[in-house]
């Protein structure tokens, strides 16, 4: 596992970053915002809905079990999008009722240890790991602070023209450097993504979910893989502000794109929160594909 960088870095929206520069508090999310592919093992049950809900009818023993199936909504959970759109369905209520009820049903083994089938390790996965899921949020890092992708799709300014309409300004958010050191972070933890062609196989038995359940948070596609994404972990988190020391606040860039008035509004806020912190402006490179920064 590789040794957490002394510093990260947040990408984020002009809009974003002042707010978070201003409140002190960082904004975490469930994973399941990102990306449809997020938390989805690899299985025929993640893909196709109507081969789970089949496989549902088929394992019910009696003809009451199959109509409390028929009663639960899970049908209507999984083929009308659940498990299609990925973890999203982990937070259906007619899902987790659905699942619940299938665990008193006795589709499960007592056997901890016991090998299942894949259909048993997915039911195993939505009745045992949703609930973590469900209390774990997120805030995403990056390792590189330069990264000409990075700062196009993530620091960017919205600006409103009135009517509904918006013009996007990429290259004019910021990017805060933020130390790791644990006396910062409490009971948070820095995870680094695992970038992979293919998703996280399931454990065989109950017993290996454990170790799985933390390792899902940290794997995606080799597409993003130019992100250099780590994550901030954090369990039984029930807001969705995290308080930040001052402190751990080491560095602003600023996109080459932003305003004068931002310029003096950042150094403004700076000087009453973050004494010594340097403030950075992006600029394009003379000669080469990349970003230089001077101090203002």
Known sequence: MAKVPKELHRYMRLERGLETLSSGELYLSHAYYNDPFELTPASKYFTHSETFYQTLMENAKTEEEKKALEESGIKDALIGGGIA??????????LAVGIAGLYLLGLFSDDKEEKQS???RCLLFYYKCRPFIERTKLCS?????DDLLMWSHYAKHIVSEGNGHYKIKEHAGMVITFSTNVKYWGDAIFKEMIYSDNRLELPDNETNFWNYVGDIFTRKSKCWQYEKEWRLLKSDFKGNRLPFAPESVKAIRLGMYVSEDIKEATLKLRDMKYKDVPVYLARRSDRDYKIEFDEL
């Open 85 to 94: 759109v990925g973890a999203a369905a982990f937070f259906n209520p007619y």
């Open 118 to 120: 894949e259909f048993e």
């Open 141 to 145: 890092f990056s390792s590189s602070y």
